[in-house]
């Protein structure tokens, strides 16, 4: 299992910007799905973005995003460093939550926690209105 490590959250105000990471060790990263989940107070965990684990055309990694946000939300990895990021501009207060990276081996991009074998141990994101 690839061992996962979030960083990056915080308090912001909404409107404002915040960039997590999530750096992997123990395995080959570039091996792996990547996904950010996120879950509030009191509610199931939902799912954030998804990056592939090869890039398969000219443009690049495959991506999903949640509807509630795209276009706000960049998920991105940097394989030299190991590294997961998510860039969350326009935050707004309903993004409150814990923010969890999750690993997948290779296989297509999914929305279903379940299919993800790691885990990191969470990161806060609050924004206040």
């Known amino acids: 299992q690839v061992q996962l490590v979030e960083s990056g959250g915080g308090l912001v105000q909404a409107g404002g910007s915040l960039r997590l990471s999530c750096t992997a060790s123990g395995r080959t990263f570039t091996n792996y799905a990547m996904n950010w989940f996120r879950q509030a107070s009191g509610k199931e965990r939902e799912f954030v973005a998804a990056?592939?684990?090869?890039?398969?055309?000219?443009?690049?990694?495959?991506?999903l995003y949640a509807d509630s946000v795209k276009g706000r939300f960049t998920i991105s990895r940097d394989n030299a460093k190991n590294t997961l990021y998510l860039q969350m501009d326009s935050l707004k207060p309903e993004d409150t939550a814990v923010y969890y990276c999750?690993?997948?081996?290779?296989?297509?991009?999914?929305?279903?926690?379940?299919?993800?074998?790691?885990w990191g141990q969470g990161t806060q994101v609050t924004v206040s209105s």
């Open positions: 990056i592939s684990w090869v890039a398969l055309s000219r443009s690049g990694y495959s991506k």
């Open positions: 999750a690993a997948k081996l290779r296989g297509g991009m999914s929305t279903t926690p379940s299919d993800y074998q790691s």
